[in-house]
């Protein structure tokens, strides 16, 4: 299922980062908070997905046990989408 990951804020150390944006997953909008720990594109993210969103998301006959997966991924791999201004740690 394709799935695009949008970041609209970070802040944080050189250890972990509070990330807060949205995804869209057949053509709808949700919102969701992360916490990277070894930054963006590090090694590992908490994802955070509120009750409300996931009640919809199972409406729309998607895991949402894999979608949470699918997000983390993103995030750890750096497949998202950042605002004007933010850098991935990589540059």
């Known amino acids: 299922m394709p799935v ?10 050189a250890v972990a980062s509070k990330l807060s944006g949205y995804f869209v997953v057949k053509g709808q909008e949700f919102r969701f908070t992360a916490i990277a720990f070894g930054r963006i594109g590090g ?14 998301i199972v ?18 791999e750096g497949d998202i989408v950042l605002p004007e201004g933010i850098k991935p740690p990589s540059e």
């Open 4 to 13: 695009t990951v949008f970041v609209k804020s970070v802040s944080g150390s």
């Open 43 to 56: 090694h590992n993210a908490s994802v955070k997905i509120a009750k409300t969103t996931i009640d919809k």
């Open 59 to 76: 409406k729309m006959h998607i895991d949402p046990e894999q979608l949470q997966l699918t997000i983390q991924r993103k995030l750890i």
